[in-house]
């Protein structure tokens, strides 16, 4: 996004706390408590809008994970992404694979309306939001303990 900073604060040692200031990924340290972003908004000189980070896949395919919608810093929770071109030309087929832990509500941005999602090797119901691209799909619970993470494949 652009137009963003943020500010991270962290367990340094044992017990202190630290601050660091910055404006990309790459700034937050991975003991993050939390994280503070400012945006500017409406008022603060010319309007900026947000803008998210996609990939395209093909030719009309884009497709950009969001995470938990419902939690705090909720991208967080993807942990693993593969994007595959699985048939190219007319009838192309892209495939995003993901590991993604925790539970709740998962959205991502697609281009175009998923053909299916699968979590694990069982297909799941999701809802496609057309004028936004939103992607919605419930994780009811929280991965097994031998797997560590929802393994939730995406076909376009």
């Known amino acids: 996004m652009r137009g963003v900073r943020f500010m991270a604060c962290f367990r340094f040692k044992m017990w202190w706390m630290a601050q660091r200031m910055g404006d990309k ?7 993050t408590q939390f994280l503070l972003v ?4 409406p008022g603060a000189g010319e309007e900026e809008e947000d803008e998210a980070s996609y990939v395209d896949l093909a030719a009309g395919f884009r497709f950009a994970p969001v995470g938990l919608v419902d ?3 909720g991208g967080a ?5 593969t994007y595959s071109l699985l048939a ?29 999602c ?3 090797s069982s297909p799941v119901e999701f809802s496609y939001d ?6 919605i799909l419930e994780l ?15 076909e376009l």
Request: aromatic share 4%.
């Open 25 to 31: 990924g790459g700034d937050v340290p991975h003991e």
């Open 38 to 41: 400012e945006s500017r908004g």
């Open 71 to 73: 939690m705090f810093n």
């Open 77 to 81: 929770a993807v942990e693993g992404l």
């Open 88 to 116: 190219d030309g007319e009838e192309a087929v892209g495939l995003v694979s993901m590991e993604v832990r925790g539970r709740g509500r998962f959205g991502a941005y697609s281009s175009v309306r998923p053909r299916s």
């Open 118 to 120: 699968t979590l694990g």
């Open 130 to 135: 057309a004028s936004s691209g939103m992607v």
């Open 140 to 154: 009811e619970s929280m991965p097994l303990p031998k797997e560590r993470v929802h393994r939730i494949a995406i």
